[in-house]
């Protein structure tokens, strides 16, 4: 079986590449990023192509804020239609082909003309339903939704369409392709791994101190304000919230009306320093609007860190709500301040939470165990009769 994929820079995508190559199904991975950056992953530079002229000057100039957003968003989906483009006229002799949802839609289809199967990968919720939760966040902020690029729906939804398979990464993004009223016998879920030789348990909480810990991109999707409210109504004289990531602009704009007594902000850090801050960490709190999968909830847990995530995190698929950690509905700030105040209250609770979470890692799984899903589902598809 020979599998080939497409990916916007890196993402999960390396991950089961490597898992891929393992096996030997891997023919190629295509990426908008160059190889200076991709050689890093570990994979033979004769299975990886690259494809970065559009998307490369685009991260450039936007980190440099020199590209206004209406130009960036029509160099990226430029970038999309000619990648497709690029992929369609390179795509080997392969059983199947995998690309990450924007992707592949002339590729997937002339693939299935020869008898290969087209895989949709999707990290998140529908984009219709991702659309719409996320622009009545900002309305709820009073801010401007952000605009979306309608050819990208149209796009998106017509990979869901023709593609064979769509793998998602959680039931909570399940439900959201069942309420767009995509077949439940296309969808796929098959969560993401933990790389458990970089994340353990490698410190303890510091007693008498309460430690809350956030790391993502420090946005309205991922529920940020709510956290901020939260903790400011958490009693404890010893607290503290460390917020770990890249902060939005919209941010940005409303820290004035947010409080943010004990907390600190700190930006991008390696993830190699990840594993000893969630360690000490007595709680590490996703209470996203809109998450596929919190990738940093399975990182938490294999550190021994109990999490508080809401339920459109993928959360309720690691945890038992009450054993590993909490999960709660979005947006309820009552019920966030309730979840760390039983912690601060209760140390036993932490430990007993801190051991389950654990226990828990040992059942979840690596990148390995997502190689054997991926490897089972593709087996079925290509096996089956057209």
Known sequence: ??????????????????????????????????????????????????????????????????????????????????????????????????????????????????????????????????????????????????????????????????????????????????????????????PYGVRLESFAKVADPIIDAFEVLFAGHVSLRKGVPYLLQAFAQLKHPHKRLRVVGAMSPEIESLLERLPQEHVEFLGSIPQAQLPKMMSESHVLVLPSIEDGFGLVLSQALACGCPILASTNTGGDDLVTDGVEGFIVPIRDVAALTDRMQRLADDPALQRRMSKAALARVQHLGGWRQYGDLWESLLLRLTQAPN
């Open 1 to 190: 079986m020979r599998v080939s994929q497409a990916v916007f820079g890196v993402f999960h995508h390396f991950e089961l590449a490597r898992e891929l190559d393992r096996r030997h199904h891997l023919d190629t991975v295509y990426s908008t990023w160059p190889w200076a950056r991709l050689k890093r992953e570990g994979l033979d530079h004769s299975k990886v192509q690259t494809f970065p002229w559009l998307h490369t000057p685009q991260l450039l100039l936007n980190r440099a804020g020199l590209l206004p957003n209406r130009l960036s968003d029509e160099l990226g989906y430029q970038n999309t239609l000619r990648f497709d483009d690029w992929t369609a006229r390179r795509i080997g002799e392969i059983d199947a082909f995998i690309g990450i949802s924007g992707t592949g839609l002339k590729t997937g289809c002339m693939l299935q003309q020869r008898g290969g199967k087209f895989i949709c990968d999707r990290g998140s919720t529908h984009q219709r339903y991702q659309q719409t939760i996320i622009a009545d966040e900002f309305r709820r902020w009073s801010l401007d939704p952000p605009a979306t690029d309608p050819r990208i729906v149209v796009r998106e939804e017509a990979i869901y369409e023709v593609a064979d398979a769509i793998t998602i990464p959680s039931s909570f993004s399940r439900r959201s392709f069942l309420e767009q009223g995509v077949p439940a016998d296309k969808l796929h879920t098959i």
